[in-house]
């Protein structure tokens, strides 16, 4: 191993994600030296962005298996891997950049059960920061619609462009019913192109607003210095710091020390605790057995609708509306208190109905890669046909959820082998039930549509709560500030973050935390 004792950074920000981009931002203004590290590379522009089965984010190669996580829920086992890339998943995600709602922050006990979950900041601490992240990324919305809005201290950065004729007839539907249908905030700008499939795709046409092309160049040029293609694999603490973040190179094939003043995990709420507990952190923690544990990914579930005349044949994005009114609970079914979010989707991803079959037919050579788009040529024409509503119910932080090491062995790049086990709760089930039916509902009043698909989401792409924050230092690994506790240098500003879900995507919750903890380390 090389060790570069000349290399002394003022922090080692580890992942180029939602945590790690915003904690930069402030270390990077105030003049700090950082280094960040990630395991991807730069997603490359071009047209294999836009191919609707390889442009799928699970078959480009940001989604690595090298360090897979073997999953186990119930009876069937199944290999989860990251998506790492410069940016993180931001280059691949749907853009929808919701604010937790100020109740989130006290969630009620039917939520919080017995594990001892406890924000340790409120709505308000977190207010001035998601304003920032906000302007960040340049989300478009629309104060004033939805009924479980939060205060706001500034308007959303950019109005919303008009709606796409399928999200009008979905509002109509949805008035109908009496509920109050209101604008997704969006980091898009749906001005530049129109699009068929987002949500999984790397954008081709300079919409998105992710990490890679908002933030992160904004970063290099304020001096940060990023190292893409280089994986933590062990943090060395002795006395209560860090000393040394021993990383593999995957470029050169080595390993190496590097040394900073502070270490900030940013490697999402999968691999943040997979690395403390790789490098035997969890004894050096007053809550130490946290660790790994209370893995929530939220219960969500498309709910999708077959038109005999094609929805949206103009080819517009149509992400655009969602509906808050069972986010607190529904009169008519469900669990008792806290539901989630219903919100628009687009066509059904032909990549991710053909990864199976994609994935061995690559394998095949030639002639796989053929049958591969013969298929993708049959299935696209009934994908369009297709739209529909994705429903997020706010799942419960379980002792038993949770990401540990196996016995021996090591992966590719010398990270110890984990596993993840999972298993919703009867009332995490529920939820997911009472806003597929509500979502069932609302499409059944769209003229021309006809319910036929419930795809029960199996991913860990909302994985957060794995080193939660917390007061109490015998139940959360992380103090108000996100400091590890018992090693002073050490912070952790990714999903894992995060004591209870809440029923909206996390995305623009992690990136608000992660300006608020950097600006106080630049202050520190
Ligand atoms: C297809 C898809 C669509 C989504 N759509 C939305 C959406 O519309 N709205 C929303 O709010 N959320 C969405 N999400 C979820 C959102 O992307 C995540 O919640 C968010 O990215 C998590 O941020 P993070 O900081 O915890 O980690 P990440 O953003 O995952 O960042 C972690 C980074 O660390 C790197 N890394 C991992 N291990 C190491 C290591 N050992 N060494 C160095 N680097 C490492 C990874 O490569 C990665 O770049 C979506 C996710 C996916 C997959």
Known sequence: MTALRSSVYDTIVIGSGFGGAMVALPLVESGQRVLMLERGDWVPEGPQRADPVRGFFQLTPAYTLETAYEVRQRKRRHH?????????????????????????????????????????????????????????????????????????????????????????????????????????????????????????????????????????????????????????????????????????????RERRELRAERVVLAAGALASPHLLLASGLASENSAGDAIGRYLMRHCNAFVYAFFPKAPNPEGLHHKQVAINDFYFGDPEGGPADKLGNIQQVMHPQPGGILRGPARRLARAGGLGRALERAMARAIAPASLRMTGLQVIAEDQPRWENRIELERGGADAVGLPRARIAHAYTERDLAARAALVRRAKQILGRVPGAHVVHVHEVETFSHAVGTVRAGPDPRRAPLDEFCQFRGIANLYVVDGSFMPTSGGVNPSLTIAANALRVGERVARS
């Not at 691949?92 to 406890?118: C, K, M, T, W």
């Not at 478009?140 to 004729?165: F, M, W």
Request: with cysteine; hydrophobic share 35%; glycine share 10%.
């Open 80 to 252: 989860e891997g990251i998506c790492a890339c410069v940016g993180g998943p931001s280059v691949f995600y749907g853009g929808a950049a919701f604010r937790l709602r100020r109740e989130d922050f006290h969630p009620p006990a039917q939520i919080v059960g017995n594990s001892g979950a406890e924000w340790p900041f409120s709505y308000d601490d977190l207010e001035p920061h998601y304003a920032r992240a906000e302007m960040l990324l340049g989300v478009a919305g629309r104060a004033g619609e939805d009924p479980t809005e939060p205060p706001r201290s500034a308007p959303y950065p950019r109005s919303p462009v008009a709606l796409a004729p399928i999200s009008r007839r979905i509002v109509e539907a949805a008035q109908e019913m009496g509920l109050h249908p209101f604008r997704i905030p969006l980091a898009f700008d749906e001005r530049s192109g129109a699009c068929l499939y987002c949500d999984g795709y790397a954008c081709h046409s300079g919409s998105k607003h992710d990490l890679a092309s908002r933030v992160i160049p904004r970063l290099i040029e304020g001096g940060l210095e990023l190292r893409p293609a280089t994986v933590a694999i062990r943090l060395e603490a002795r006395r209560g710091r860090v000393v040394g973040v021993e990383v593999y190179d995957r470029t050169k």
